[in-house]
């Protein structure tokens, strides 16, 4: 019976076993099942679906597994750890990836994809997940509380996003987090002290924020911490002494905040420390003693606070870069380079004295040195030793003497070589035409003397030759001519004589020719009209130049300031230089001219000062005869001529009379509008605006405005530069696209913004954003536009909440605002343009949502004497399926591109497989309203048939054939006509439907 008993009991267990094996096997294929699928789905709603996910799929499987697809990996058991899919092109959002289907997820790397919106708050049921990275994605709204439940996280980058709202506190939960990396993003509030708790942390990075408050104490806990990065943000209060306990910190930057109070001497325990960056922030007093100890240090950045006394860092042995720049600190440079190590040296801006250390001279390894605006004495040929490597020196300045050492013509790698404002004297080395990468060169206002060497025509990367007030004398080298990249020449204020060169017509690129104040003699060339790049400055004032003014000078439609005064000019002022529409200021005075002056704006809103004491000059200007007054000049031949006109021909008089009234009358009554229209531009601070304003004080306006194109300035980036906001002292905004610098030759983006220049400048419309102005010079070459508050359209987009409010209203006005600029790009342009980037990306919108059209670096002018065949440029996704064969650009191409910005704006989001699908049978039953902008609410009857309209005529835009697309004067006529098309309820019409539908 007992037997009996033990059987049953060993048969039940054994069936007991069977069962939970077999349950556990079911719900291990259920499971699989499931991820497959939540894969799948979230596969199906990305916009663009890369080749990477192609085997993403289970119609050829044999098993409903995800296991074997790109980027996964599943345990033992077959459930997924790993989702992997950096770089992988992904464009969509994470809401249809859902998290929870993913229990045993261990690992999540989304870096480097377009994915948009918000994170989802339920990615916080991945409570296996250890690392996570979704950074350099365009990532909105706040980060998720629901983060601090991810208790095994060991790893959270979200980096460069547009992420938004304060630091959760949950994150305080994560007390397996070695990396924090939220750098770059748009994250506000404070940090929080419960941070402190993470004392396993190694690495913090919330640079690129908008981080107010002050940096807690409470950081001082963290003592496994080796990089602590909190810089460009806007921190206060000071730096706490509790830092000093991190000793593991190999890098700490909290660089650009506003920082304040002294640096406590406490850091100078963090012996560790290679990377100290604590510049541009309001830091007062000594640097601490204790500094002393940082002996591993290679980069200490104190560039731009308030530091005082003097400085000794003669134990940091391995230091390679150090700026001390824009301080008070005095006394003596410090002694560096005992082991030659220092690389980088930055002083300039503070109130050194006494001589350049001389073991600087050890420093055999320096590549740049900059000590401008000091008071350091010393023989510039004797406290200097030999830089192999130097590529940048700037002294200007200074106190310095002596002559200019020969030696230094064979610094190969030198690009700019800055000793203006010293008393620096002899001569200029020929040598140093031999350095042939050699950019700038300024010895301005020093005591040289001697001839500008003719070898100076050998450095053909020279972009920027100043040479002014100094003692210079004989004739300006013909060989200048082949300085065929030169953008800057200024040798006024010296004795130069003879005629100025026939061949500097040749230096195609200049922006700025100053010659003023020499003894230059003979005619001006008229070579000099080829200078059609001369924008800044013509200045050849204070010479004894004799002769007509060229009339080639006209070409210049560039030139703002324009001085020819004190010389010995005579004949007329050209007519042509009424074409001259850019000119702000010019000066004619001291010459022997005469004749009328031209009528052009700056002309005759001139003070008679720019024309005093010439020999007959005459205009409608206060303070200068009038040309049909009987004054007569030196002689009285006019006005008996005038006499015997009105007695032979009195009828011909008489006419000629009401024409002269008319004429004035008109000139009067334009100059009145005039007046009143400047006027009322300078009481709304516009200073573009004005004809007469000083170009070159908004340029420093500029410069000063963003700190020298500082990253906090930064509000877009590109590829051909960064975009900045800036905001002059009369309380105007403006946007400033800076061009990324190139190296040798012409770059696609020095292309690009001449072509920008030449198309902005030759249209104006209300839908194209306006040009004020450009810069184009050494140290920058920048573009400045009006500011378009709400930035590009794709931002508008991409965020939820600027979404909303961008509502069916707005997007059909902004719609219509880009065709009418396409519109008059193509027809009422002559030659006609073609933008060729039309994009969400290069559409900005005003503070009202109002449309304009931007970035024509890429534009077209269509020749019609030519096959306009070109390379391949324009925005993936946007451009026409043509190009891909033909390379023929079109007015069509852009037709192609309006289509589908038109369905995105539509949409919410790039077409992406929609434009794909409408030419196979699985697009014919899509509906409109599922397509619609779901974060909008369904539009009125009233704005109905716009949508409907708008979604017509993308669709005809987007047809693959070039010549069934409609011109973009009629896609323009159409939406202003809002022709009724709406015939059924709008959840009842397919795309399919409006494909082709007859206008």
């Excluded at 007469?692 to 877009?716: H, L, M, P």
Aim: charged letters at 15%; hydrophobic letters at 40%; proline letters at 5%.
């Amino acid at each position: 019976m007992l037997k009996v008993k033990s059987f049953s009991i060993l048969l039940s267990l054994g069936l007991l076993v069977l069962l939970f094996s077999y349950a556990t096997t079911k719900t291990t294929a259920t499971s699989e099942e499931s991820e497959a699928e939540s894969l799948l789905k979230w596969k199906s709603s990305l916009s663009q679906t890369q080749p990477s996910l192609n085997s993403w799929s289970l119609t050829n499987s044999t098993t409903k597994t995800p296991c074997n697809w790109t980027g996964i990996l599943c345990d033992d058991v077959g459930r997924v750890t790993d989702i992997n899919l950096p770089s992988a092109g992904l464009q969509g959002n994470l809401h249809n990836l859902s998290f929870p289907s993913f229990p045993n997820l261990i690992r999540l790397d989304l870096n480097n994809n377009t994915l948009l919106g918000t994170i989802p708050a339920d990615i916080g049921t991945l409570s296996k997940l250890t690392f996570l990275n979704l950074s350099m994605n365009k990532l909105s709204g706040p980060i998720p509380s629901q983060l601090g439940d991810l208790i095994n996280l060991n790893e959270l980058a979200m980096s460069h996003n547009l992420l938004s709202g304060s630091v959760p506190l949950s994150l305080g939960n994560l007390a397996k987090l070695t990396v924090l990396n939220l750098w770059r993003n748009q994250i506000s509030g404070s940090i929080p002290p419960i941070i402190g708790n993470l004392t396993d942390l190694t690495i913090i990075n919330l640079s690129r924020n908008k981080i107010s408050g002050s940096i807690p104490p409470q950081i001082g806990n963290l003592r496994n911490l080796t990089e602590l990065g909190l810089s460009i943000n806007s921190i206060t209060g000071s730096i706490p002494s509790a830092l000093g306990n991190l000793t593991k910190l190999t890098i700490l930057r909290l660089f650009d905040n506003q920082i304040s109070g002294s640096i406590p001497h406490e850091l100078g325990n963090l012996r560790n420390l290679v990377d100290l960056s604590l510049l541009m922030n309001k830091l007062t007093g000594p640097i601490p003693t204790s500094f002393a100890n940082l002996s591993n240090l290679t980069r200490l950045g104190l560039l731009g606070n308030q530091l005082s006394g003097s400085i000794q860092f003669s134990n940091l042995m391995k230091l390679e870069t150090l700026s001390l720049s824009d301080n008070n600190f005095s006394g003596h440079l410090p002694q560096l380079c005992q082991r030659g190590s220092l690389k980088r040296f930055s002083a300039y801006k503070n109130n050194f004295t006494g001589p350049i250390p001389k073991s600087l001279k050890n420093c055999t390894s320096l590549i740049k040195l900059v000590l401008y605006g000091n008071q350091l004495t010393g023989n510039i040929s004797e406290d200097l030793g030999v830089y192999p490597n130097l590529e940048y020196i700037d002294l200007s300045d200074n106190n310095l003497y002596g002559d200019l050492p020969p030696n230094w013509g064979e610094f190969r790698n030198l690009t700019r070589l800055h000793l203006s404002g010293n008393m620096i004297s002899g001569r200029i080395p020929p040598k140093y035409g031999q350095l042939s990468q050699l950019g700038v060169l300024g010895l301005s206002s020093n005591q040289l003397v001697g001839e500008v060497p003719k070898e100076f025509g050998r450095m053909s990367s020279l972009l920027n030759l100043s040479l002014n007030d100094n003692r210079l004398s004989g004739e300006i080298p013909l060989e200048i001519g082949n300085l065929s990249n030169l953008q800057i020449l200024d040798l006024s204020g010296n004795s130069l004589s003879g005629p100025i060169p026939e061949r500097l017509g040749d230096c195609s690129e200049l922006r700025h020719l100053k010659l003023s104040k020499n003894n230059l003699n003979g005619s001006m060339p008229f070579q000099i009209g080829n200078l059609v790049f001369l924008q800044d400055m013509l200045d050849l004032s204070h010479n004894l130049l004799t002769g007509e003014i060229p009339s080639q000078l006209g070409n210049l439609r560039m030139l703002e300031n324009l001085n020819l005064s004190h010389n010995r000019l005579s004949g007329s002022i050209p007519s042509s230089f009424e074409e001259m529409n850019s000119l702000t200021s010019i000066d004619f005075s001291y010459n022997q001219l005469e004749g009328p002056i031209p009528e052009s704006k700056v002309f005759k809103e001139s003070l008679v000062e720019a024309f005093l004491e010439n020999k007959g000059l005459c205009g409608e200007i206060e303070g200068l005869p009038s040309c049909n007054s009987s004054w007569t000049g030196n002689g009285g031949g006019r006005k008996g001529y005038m006499v015997a006109i009105f007695v032979i021909v009195p009828i011909l008089g008489a006419l000629l009379l009401i024409f002269v009234f008319i004429k004035v009358v008109s000139i009067f009554h334009r100059m009145a509008g005039n007046t009143e229209e400047v006027e009322m531009r300078i009481a709304n601070n516009d200073l573009f605006s004005i004809w007469n304003y000083d170009g070159r004080i908004v340029y420093k306006d500029i410069i000063v405005a963003t700190e020298d194109f500082d990253d906090k300035y930064c509000i877009g980036v590109g590829g051909s530069g960064n975009v900045y906001k800036a905001e002059l002292p009369t309380g105007q905004i403006v946007a400033v696209k800076k061009l990324c610098s190139s190296e040798g030759g012409e770059s696609v983006n020095e292309i690009c913004f001449r072509n920008e220049i030449q198309a902005l400048l030759k249209i104006r419309h209300r839908n194209i954003v306006k040009l004020y102005g450009f810069c184009s010079n050494v140290q920058h070459k920048f573009l400045v536009y009006e500011f378009m508050e709400r930035r590009s359209l794709w931002i508008v987009l991409s965020n939820e909440e600027r979404a909303v409010e961008f509502d069916w209203i707005r997007r059909m006005r902004a719609l219509k605002g880009i065709a009418d600029a396409l519109s008059y790009l193509h027809h009422d342009c002559t030659p006609p343009i073609v933008h060729r980037d039309i994009s969400a990306s290069n559409v900005l919108l005003d503070f009202g949502f109002e449309a304009c059209v931007s970035d024509f670096g890429t534009a077209r002018f269509l020749n019609p004497n030519s096959s306009n065949w070109t390379a391949f440029v324009g925005t993936y996704g946007y451009a026409a399926p043509e190009l891909a064969y033909t390379m023929k650009v079109t007015e069509k191409c852009d037709v192609y591109s309006f289509g589908v910005v038109a369905l995105e704006v539509i949409m919410g989001q790039h077409p992406g497989e929609i434009i794909s699908s409408l030419s196979s049978s699985s697009g014919q039953n899509i509906l409109l309203m599922d397509v619609l902008d779901q974060r909008l609410s369904s539009p009125t009857v009233e704005v109905a048939n716009e949508v409907v309209l708008a979604v017509v005529l993308a669709l005809a835009c987007i047809c693959p054939n070039p010549q069934s697309r409609p011109s973009m004067q009629y896609v323009s006529q159409q939406l202003s006509a809002k022709r009724p098309l709406l015939h059924q309820p709008l959840d009842g019409i397919t795309l399919h439907q409006l494909l082709g539908l007859e206008m």
